[in-house]
């Protein structure tokens, strides 16, 4: 005679892979989505970052009127957490020859202050201040207007390591040349 005692099978069941395979594809698109939006966020702010920098340039080579006064140049200023767009003293005013290039609170207009929108983002230092003087414009970096001189700036994630996919660079020359690297 045959023993025929039944013996419960080993194993999942099929429901069972089905639940830990559609909780494991929920938990990989979540972390999906929140990379490239980290990473959207990272190419958008500077790509911002570049445009401010292009259109202090402009306002410069255009001589543009602030309050209906010339300024003596215009430029950004950076902080770990964002930057400011501002124009130079009032040239009626002052000297430009002997005015600051650099952002100075008492003597510069705030045109705009823009701060990081993600706190996942941060700008690196060394964090230059970039002027330029009409009507050319001459480029400052840092105060100094030096032939051949470049400056970066740098964008990261917070945490990251450079150079890493986590951080972005744009680079202003003293020729006025600004570029994405």
Same mark, same amino acid.
């Given at each position: ?12 069941? *099929?429901?069972?892979? *089905? ?6 594809? +929920?938990?990989?698109?979540? *972390?999906?989505?929140? +990379? ?17 920098? $292009? ?15 010339? =300024?003596?140049? #215009? ?7 964002? #930057? ?17 290039? @650099? +952002? ?5 207009? @705030?045109?705009?202050? !823009?701060?990081?929108?993600?706190? !996942? ?9 970039? #002027? +330029? ?6 480029? #400052? ?26 951080? $972005? ?7 006025? =040349?600004?570029?994405?690297?």
């Amino acid at each position: 005679m045959l023993n025929t005692s039944h013996h419960p099978q080993q194993g999942f069941t *099929l429901i069972e892979v *089905l639940v830990v395979a559609s909780i494991t594809v +929920f938990i990989t698109g979540l *972390l999906v989505i929140n +990379f490239s939006r980290t990473r959207v966020d990272l190419n958008q702010t500077v790509l911002t970052i570049q445009d401010a920098i $292009r259109e202090a340039q402009a306002q410069a080579l255009a001589g543009s009127l602030v309050r209906g006064t010339y =300024r003596c140049g #215009y430029g950004i200023h950076f902080a770990a957490t964002g #930057y400011t767009l501002y124009a130079g003293p009032e040239s009626a005013a002052v000297d430009c020859t002997g005015a600051p290039r @650099v +952002f100075d609170a008492a003597a510069s207009t @705030v045109l705009r202050q !823009v701060v990081l929108a993600s706190n !996942v983002l941060e700008i690196v230092p060394p964090l230059p201040d970039i #002027y +330029f003087e009409p009507p050319n414009p001459t480029t #400052y970096l840092n105060g100094v207007s030096n032939p051949g001189a470049s400056t970066t700036v740098v964008v990261r994630r917070k945490g990251a390591h450079c150079p890493s996919p986590d951080c $972005r660079t744009v680079s202003v020359s003293s020729s006025g =040349r600004i570029q994405l690297q």
